[in-house]
């Protein structure tokens, strides 16, 4: 995942490094600059494609999402961005240990389907809630990183991320799966450990 502010450039060679090992699918959610939202998801990856959305969406903020498959289909009911709620999106990299009652759904589909949105039914406002994103920082393991985008209220909340890197402006989830020939990878560096607030 790449979290890329307004106005901050997402280098080609980025998407094409990312795509070589991150084929099964694409995806972006965000703000334009003119405050419109904006939410695309794609079973295959076109860097090519991908690329002129993200020329074309400089002055946008936008959290940009190439799947590599862990569990679950190549298929459109596991690309990303997911719909939480109404105007609540999720991003997800890494693996969460779920029950997986249908297997040819991911993990990040199961996290959704069976647990945030129930939630976001069961109690309107909760997943926008900072006391609810501080859980999530607290309880997500740092091997998990999330992208939370709240349409309606236009912020983005990262979960974990100190398990990712800062590039250049960007913030991207994880240099792992990035062909280091085309976009040679700066180091992430240790992960720090979080700062407790006081009451």
Known sequence: ??????????????????????????????????????????????????????RRHRDSELAIH???KTYG?????NAHPFKID???????NGSFDLPIGDPAHSDTWHLVHEILRPLAHGYPGLLTDR????????????DNRLVLFDAVGQVFHIVNRGAGIDYLGLWISSVRWLDARIFPTPSAG????????SA
Request: with cysteine; charged share 20%; glycine share 6%.
């Open 131 to 142: 006391a609810f994103t501080r859980l999530l920082d607290s309880v997500v393991p740092v």
């Open 66 to 68: 190439l799947r590599r």
């Open 86 to 92: 109404r105007g609540i999106y999720l991003m997800h």
């Open 1 to 54: 995942m790449i979290h890329k502010p307004a106005g901050i450039a997402v280098p080609d060679t980025l998407i094409e490094a990312a795509a070589i090992y991150n084929a099964d699918g694409w995806g972006v959610m965000g703000r334009t600059a003119s405050g419109e939202t904006v939410v695309e998801r794609h079973v295959a990856v076109d860097s090519t494609r991908a690329m002129t959305f993200l």
């Open 73 to 77: 289909a190549v298929s459109a009911c």
């Open 190 to 197: 240790p992960v720090p450990e979080p700062i407790a607030e």
